[in-house]
Antibody, heavy 119, light 108 residues
Framework: EVQLLESGGGLARPGGSLRLSCEASGFTFPNHGMSWVRQAPGKGLEWVSGITNSGGSTYYADSVKGRFTISRDNSGSTLFLQMNSLRVEDTAIYYC????????????WGQGTLVTVSS | SYVLTQPPSVSVAPGQTATITCGGNNIGSKSVHWSQQRPGQAPVLVIFYDSQRPPGTPDRFSASNSGHTAILTIDRVEAGDEADYYCQLWDTGSAQYVFGTGTKVTVL
């Protein structure tokens, strides 16, 4: 059974940092691209960042470019999102998603981790 | 950046057909996926590559993509279909994934 378990969310101050993790199981992690997608309270889905299966290429939404860094540990089947210079508007549930149908068909999603940026 | 536009809401009676549009410039040249998000839950993929159903998606769900509009159709709508629906694609030009604005389907 495919499982994606996010962690690392919580409360951060504006300008602060958080590191999200997504532990994957039930599939061959190194074979799949992965992404982070967020959803602000009461709002729609917003793609944040993606990474290819090898980690050789990374992609970012304009809203987070230069502040967030995506990475992965294929030996540990874990996806990461380092979030720096956090802003109030980064407040959202952050989901990790497994890409099955390239490009962009995410067939499994985690349950999400809540990030709140507030002073 | 590439923009995908969906109607904010669609209302449909049980047993009828719901049609959800997703508009984008020359979207017919791109591969479109559709996800369903029930309240309080993570999204679930219901259509990939314009019109393919992943395992578990009922055949009441169908989709097409041509010109400037992709369409998700739900036949014989059930109460359990009440959810938000999002189209999504990869925009090669910007090297970014893009989600549509989302459509809330209400079953009357």
């Amino acid at each position: 059974e495919v499982q994606l378990l996010e962690s690392g969310g919580g409360l951060a101050r504006p300008g602060g940092s958080l590191r999200l993790s997504c532990e994957a199981s039930g599939f061959t992690f190194p074979n799949h691209g992965m992404s982070w997608v967020r959803q602000a309270p009461g709002k729609g889905l917003e793609w944040v960042s993606g990474i290819t299966n090898s980690g050789g290429s990374t992609y970012y939404a304009d809203s987070v470019k230069g502040r967030f860094t995506i990475s992965r540990d294929n030996s540990g089947s874990t996806l990461f999102l380092q979030m720096n210079s956090l802003r109030v508007e980064d407040t959202a549930i952050y989901y990790c998603a497994k890409e099955e149908y390239q490009p962009g068909g995410f067939d499994y999603w985690g349950q999400g981790t809540l990030v709140t940026v507030s002073s | 950046s590439y923009v995908l536009t969906q109607p904010p809401s669609v209302s449909v009676a049980p047993g009828q057909t719901a049609t959800i549009t997703c508009g984008g410039n020359n979207i017919g040249s791109k591969s479109v996926h559709w996800s369903q998000q029930r309240p309080g839950q993570a999204p679930v993929l219901v259509i990939f590559y314009d019109s393919q159903r992943p395992p578990g998606t009922p055949d009441r769900f169908s989709a097409s993509n041509s010109g400037h509009t992709a369409i998700l159709t739900i036949d014989r709508v059930e109460a359990g279909d009440e959810a938000d629906y999002y189209c999504q694609l990869w925009d090669t030009g910007s090297a970014q994934y893009v989600f549509g604005t989302g459509t809330k389907v209400t079953v009357l």
